[in-house]
Structure formats: structure tokens, C-alpha cells
């Protein structure tokens, strides 16, 4: 995680990098008009130092995995762009993207009921996006990994747990009883296979 604090009429900025997990402080970095004339700069000068300094490999090789910040647009691109690290904001950006479309296809006037929504969706928002959020965090940055585990979403509510991960509740209880409701209307798996909101996640995730 890394954050930005602007000095006395940002003249000089601090970016301090801590880890997500012991939330110690691995690195910080003092950037000043020195460095950079625009204050606006500072904070990827900032960031991009902190990830010379953690890929530097005699001393640290500390490979960043997730990288969570507030949404400035510089250090999205940077992350996006020069590093292997999954950017927690573009993650964030897809949650609410998926979240809407699922809304759309879950909820609806009556006279379009089974035809542009299905009610069988409509518990299903939530449990949606935080299987889509597990599935990033466990797809070990590996693209294929995600998009099938992404895929296996529609069937996971269909009740067929084949492809489902070894370690969750559906394959290890042989009593598994599906808290939500099993899709088995054909527009419910139509809809969400073809509003397939995560395929934004995919294309972000390259
Ligand atoms: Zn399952």
C-alpha cells in the first residue's frame, strides 16, 4: 500500500510504501521540487523509486503482487504499464463496473421479468463480486488461471462444483446445500454469460 502526503504548499511530498499484510513500512521517499518541478509528479517519482528499490535483487528482490493506493491516475498507468503488479484500483474500477451490470440483469420492471432480468440473479450481487474479488486474489496473477476460475462463477450457481477450488465449502461438505438459488432458468445463465461483466477485469488484467 502506498500513500502520498504533500508538504507545506506542496513544496516537497513523502510517499511511504508500507506491506498490506504487517502494514510495517518498507520504504518511504522524500520527493522535493529538486527532483521534480511539478508537485502533481511527486508521488510516482516517488512510487517509481520505492519499486527500484524493492526489485533491486542483491539487496531486497521483493516482488510487489498487489499494490493498493488512492486513484491517481499517474501511478495506474505506471503500475499498469511498467511493472508485473496487479493494481488494486483497476480491481476496484471492475467490482463496481460488474456490480452494476449484474444489477441490470438481476432487477427490472415486471413486464420485463424472465426476459432482460432474471429473479434467480436477484440474491446474487454480492456473492458475485466477492467471488470475483476471491478469484483475483487467488488467480496467482495468472491470466489463465482467472479467467477460468472467473468462468466456473455461472456454473458454481448452477450447483456444479467440478470446477470449483479443492479448499471451498461447495467440494469439501458432502452436505453442501447451496445458500442461494441454483440458477436453472436459461436467461439467468444467458444473461450472465452474456453481460460477463469480468471480461473488463480480463482485458485490464492483459
Ligand atoms: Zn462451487
Known amino acids: 500500500m502506498s500513500d502520498a502526503r504533500h508538504g507545506w504548499r506542496k513544496k516537497d511530498t513523502s510517499v511511504v510504501a508500507i506491506g498490506e499484510k504487517t502494514h510495517k513500512v518498507l520504504k518511504s521517499e522524500h520527493v522535493t521540487k529538486a527532483h521534480d518541478i511539478v508537485s502533481q509528479c511527486h508521488e510516482k517519482v516517488g512510487i517509481v523509486r520505492i519499486y527500484q528499490y524493492m526489485k533491486d535483487k542483491d539487496v531486497h528482490n521483493v516482488r510487489v ?3 493498493c493506493h488512492d486513484r491517481n491516475l499517474s501511478i495506474n498507468k505506471n503500475i499498469r504499464e511498467e511493472t508485473e503488479t496487479l493494481n488494486q484500483n483497476d480491481t476496484w474500477h471492475c467490482l463496481k463496473a460488474m456490480k452494476t451490470a449484474m444489477k441490470k440483469i438481476s432487477s427490472g420492471p415486471q413486464y420485463s421479468k424472465g426476459k432482460t432480468w432474471s429473479f434467480q440473479l436477484s440474491d446474487k450481487v454480492e456473492p458475485v463480486a466477492t467471488h470475483v474479488h476471491w478469484c483475483i486474489r487467488n488467480c496467482n496473477q495468472q ?5 477460468s ?3 466456473n462463477i455461472v ?3 448452477k450447483n456444479i462444483h467440478t470446477g ?4 471451498s465449502k461447495c467440494r469439501k461438505d458432502t452436505n453442501y446445500e447451496p445458500p442461494r438459488i441454483v440458477i436453472s432458468d436459461p436467461v439467468a445463465e444467458k444473461t450472465t454469460c452474456e453481460c460477463h461483466p469480468w471480461i473488463e477485469y480480463l482485458q485490464i488484467c492483459k
Open 149 to 151: 476460475s472467473l468462468l
Open 65 to 67: 503482487g498487489v499494490h
Open 155 to 157: 456454473d458454481h450457481y
Open 143 to 147: 491470466k489463465e488461471i482467472l479467467k
Open 164 to 167: 470449483c477450488s479443492e479448499s
